[in-house]
């Protein structure tokens, strides 16, 4: 307990799946969370359900396309607070499609919210931290990023953006003592893959079966791995782009 006392920490996508688990688990290890979606229901669930387990929480409706009101949280969270300690960039958005049934808006929707929205929170956070001479922000990737998936081109591309972007960042803050890693996660049971699951149920069964854990991920499994990464036992961490997926990605081929 405590491996996050008093720090102050921005985590969007967090009303359900990945980015709640990983706002209960901060928070009971004593950090203050700011949590960001767009969804106002299921965003006062998580706020409520924080609040009452005794952790420190505030809420923010927020979809981080709008790039401007995502800066403009940044900016407001750590104006309060007085500074902005941990950024965890978490809010995602796939388009289930072919290529040739994708269009340009599927395609730039997946780009603004999964690689703009992280450029921009990165760079916010880091206008922050590296006058500060600290900070941790974690981007959360997907397998997809780093290995080839028939029916998600558009999430693929804009995932693996991501992780070569955080990379750049990790060097950029370095010396300023701001670290900027990501994570890879494989299949994860969260509502995303439920809904994954029952648009296409042969393609997520063999995903499932291509895993050498043969199983999907809990949210919680996730959340320790960001709990790591934002905080200071992770110190000597950066620039890495840590696999969280059952052995998935480091597989070179399908199972029989």
């Not at 607070?81 to 808006?105: C, F």
């Not at 941790?136 to 972007?165: E, Q, W």
Request: glycine share 8%; hydrophobic share 50%; proline share 4%.
């Amino acid at each position: 307990m405590g491996r996050m006392r008093d720090k102050i920490v921005l985590i969007t996508g967090a009303s359900e799946g990945i980015g709640r688990a990983t706002a209960e688990l901060i928070a009971a290890e004593g950090g203050h969370v700011a949590i960001a979606a767009r969804r106002a229901e299921p965003l006062e669930e998580t706020r409520a359900a924080i609040a009452a387990a005794g952790g420190s929480v505030e809420a923010h409706r927020l979809d981080v396309s709008d790039l401007d009101a995502y800066a403009a949280l940044i900016a407001d969270v750590a104006g309060r607070h007085g500074r902005l300690d941990v950024l965890v960039n978490n809010a995602m958005s796939a388009a289930y499609k072919s290529i040739a049934d994708l269009t340009i808006e599927d395609w730039r929707r997946d780009f603004a919210v999964n690689a703009e929205a992280v450029f921009v929170g990165t760079r916010e956070a880091m206008k922050l931290m590296i006058p500060a001479g600290r900070g941790s922000i974690v981007n959360i990737s997907s397998a997809c990023g780093v290995r080839a998936m028939p029916g998600m081109a558009s999430y693929s591309a804009s995932k693996a953006a991501l992780i070569h972007f955080s990379a750049c960042a990790a060097i950029e803050g370095a010396p300023h003592g701001v670290r900027v890693n990501s994570i890879v996660p494989g299949q994860i049971a969260t509502p995303a893959t439920l809904h994954f699951q029952e648009m296409a149920p042969d393609a997520a069964n063999a995903v499932t079966q291509a895993i050498p854990m043969r199983r999907s991920g809990e949210p919680a499994e996730l959340a320790r791995a960001v709990l790591f990464l934002a905080s200071d036992e992770s110190g000597y961490v950066n620039g890495v782009a840590l696999p969280v997926d059952g052995g998935k990605t480091v597989q070179l081929y399908m199972p029989s």
